[in-house]
């Protein structure tokens, strides 16, 4: 691999000196500092509803202000502790951010109780009149749900528990992900493989590869599997306490509201997806066929196949992309050459490491910064072209009020599927044979599964362990069992063999900040194969468009977007029956390419 791009990012221009940073300190002090002071004038305020127009302006401005400030934090120690897991002061800054958190939580509700105190007319006067009209739609919603909570005291009391309490789980989840060391030969030397350098094994291209790193893997969070038990139970437990407190019977109400969609959307969404799987079904069993099985276990899926090639240099990576995305908008494109050649992105094949990936904004310093592992696999490709993606989702709505820049996961995964897509469909129009169409195709036709699929399990698992969770908790042994129904109802009868542990080894079942962190990829995967099917029936310009949708998704109910911008109404099935369909018509292609 070449090395003209910086494969470690530059977080000195954030804040120089790491976790003992000591401007970071300092800006960690002034955040508290503001933090509480506007809280105690918050609760001095009182419930009187007397609330004027200047107050209200104040507040909204200063609390804007710290939300950003407070992100900024954040951001900066989250990528802190996914380049090192070992960096426990990192862990520490976390805490004391998750406390700062809880305090302007506090000072949110307070103000959510004020706009709600407010008279109807005297409120939409406010908006109407004043600097907050451009994010009415955000103070209307504040006023809405704080109805749906409990007082600001007691909201205040959950927050603070939730430091040490329902945080404090989630973030013992990431020292379990530190204990996994998966030994590992090559070249007749004996190394240990990090949990982010094991799992990139999983879709090597050798099958011998992948059938000993399956085994590992799964033995290796098998021998975590009790403490990530624990760890899970707690935290559903926390969510199940207080959704009983504010009178919440559906788990789902609140990752609904925060994706600001309907449950009839969500069902229509479902309703596609299961009524669309017979495709993929005859994707996998050709690729079974192609690889010489009767059915592909778990760890194939995501096996390549076609064409033969070493490993893609990461400078290669990033001419495929700024290529892929010049071809839909200039814009997008140099926001690519801006990330890769101003170090924006950590992707260094290296131990210590967390798995997975993030995009993450520092709303202050106008820029992002990227975390992944790269080894050179077109899933690492995928995955940087879909971290891009969310970075240009933050191009297009800087400048908006910190209310309107919150948008939420399921639009923010519109935008980074998108950007695969443009990467993917590049890449096909420019394949010079039948064994690099194959292998494209297959790339394809693996986002579509992990989409429709996979994370299909992960939903019906999460539904049903909610549910049981209500009964008490949930051993390691039932835990499996519920993982491996979900995976058999979600892919069918298309696998021979499972995950059971998979629960563990996903992140994503341990974010404390988006509960259900699942339905809202499958939601901005097809939503994006919408707009991609706009996209080409409209052609050149249609860049601008999209680029006022995403400004938009923090502004809107999903639901009010799809009208406003596509013309399409989200929350009936014919929507994402022919998203469906568009995302599997590769599979015929497939077959045929399969069958030569």
């Known amino acids: 691999m070449t090395d003209s791009y910086s494969l470690i990012w530059d977080l000195d221009k954030i804040f120089s000196g790491g976790s003992e940073s000591p401007d970071f300190a300092a800006f960690a002090e002034a955040l508290e500092k503001d933090t509480g002071a506007l809280l105690a004038e918050l609760q001095a305020a009182g419930e009187d509803g007397g609330a004027g127009d200047d107050a209200l302006n104040d507040w909204t401005s200063r609390l804007q202000d710290l939300m950003a400030r407070l992100r900024e934090a954040f951001s900066y120690v989250g990528c802190l502790s996914a380049q090192n897991m070992e ?24 103000y959510d109780a004020a706009l709600a105190l407010v008279p109807e007319g005297r409120l939409e006067a406010w908006i109407a009149g004043g600097s907050v009209s451009e994010i009415a739609f955000v103070i209307r919603e504040r006023r809405d749900f704080v109805k749906e909570k409990l007082t600001p005291a007691l909201e205040a009391l959950a927050g603070e528990l939730a430091v040490d309490g329902y945080h404090g789980w989630g973030e013992n989840y990431q020292t379990i992900v530190s204990r996994i060391a998966i030994p590992w030969e090559e070249e007749g030397t004996v190394k240990t493989l990090s949990a982010g350098q094991a799992f990139n094994k999983l879709s ?58 309907s449950r009839d959307t969500l069902d229509a969404m479902w309703e596609g997806v299961s009524g669309g799987m017979e495709p993929l079904k005859r994707y996998m069993a050709a690729k079974a066929r192609l690889l010489g099985k009767e059915r592909l276990d778990w760890h194939d899926v995501s096996a390549p196949v076609g064409a033969e090639g070493g490993a893609i240099g990461y400078d290669d990576a990033a001419a495929l992309i700024k290529n892929a995305f010049g071809s839909f908008s200039p814009a997008q494109a140099k926001l690519a050459e801006r990330a890769f050649s101003g170090r924006w992105i950590e992707a260094e094949d290296r131990a210590g490491k967390r798995p997975g990936g993030f995009c993450t904004d520092f709303p202050l310093t106008g820029e992002t910064r990227i975390f992944m592992t790269y080894s050179g696999t077109p899933d690492n490709v995928s995955t940087l072209a879909h971290e891009l993606g969310h970075a240009y989702h933050d191009v297009c709505v800087d ?10 996961m399921n639009v923010a995964e519109t935008a980074s599927t998108f950007a695969e897509g443009l990467v993917s469909d590049a890449l096909l129009r420019a394949a010079g044979s039948d064994a690099a169409r194959l292998s494209l195709l297959d790339e394809r036709l693996q986002r579509a599964s992990a989409f429709c699929n996979n994370i299909r399990a992960r939903f019906l698992f999460e539904t049903r362990f909610y549910e049981a969770r209500k009964s008490g908790m949930l051993d390691v042994e039932a835990l499996n069992e519920l993982m491996v129904a979900a995976q058999k109802e979600a892919f069918g009868d298309a696998l021979s063999s499972w995950h059971p542990h998979f629960w563990a080894a996903k992140l994503h079942f341990y974010a404390t900040d988006v509960p259900f962190y699942n339905f809202p990829y499958t939601f901005g995967y097809l939503f994006s194969t919408g707009i991609a099917a706009v996209a080409e029936a409209e052609g050149a310009g ?55």
């Open 87 to 110: 960096d426990r002061k990192a862990t520490a800054w976390t805490e004391k951010l998750q406390t700062l958190s809880a305090k302007l939580g506090q000072s949110l509700d307070l």
């Open 204 to 261: 090597h291209p050798s099958q011998q590869v992948r059938d000993e790193m399956g085994a590992k893997w799964e033995s290796a969070w098998a021998g975590q599997a009790d403490l990530a038990a624990d760890a899970l139970n707690r935290l559903a437990g926390f969510r199940l306490k207080l959704y009983q407190a504010r009178r919440w019977q559906d788990p789902l109400k609140e990752p609904l509201l925060i994706n600001r969609m």
């Open 399 to 408: 400048g908006l009020p910190q209310f309107g820049r919150n948008y939420a």
């Open 542 to 596: 249609f860049h601008e468009r999209y680029d006022r949708l995403l400004r938009d998704t923090g502004l809107m109910t999903v639901e009010e977007l799809g009208r406003r911008h596509l013309g399409v109404e989200l929350d009936k099935p014919a929507f994402w029956q022919a998203a469906v369909r568009r995302a599997t018509a590769d599979v015929d292609a497939f077959e045929a390419l399969c069958a030569r």
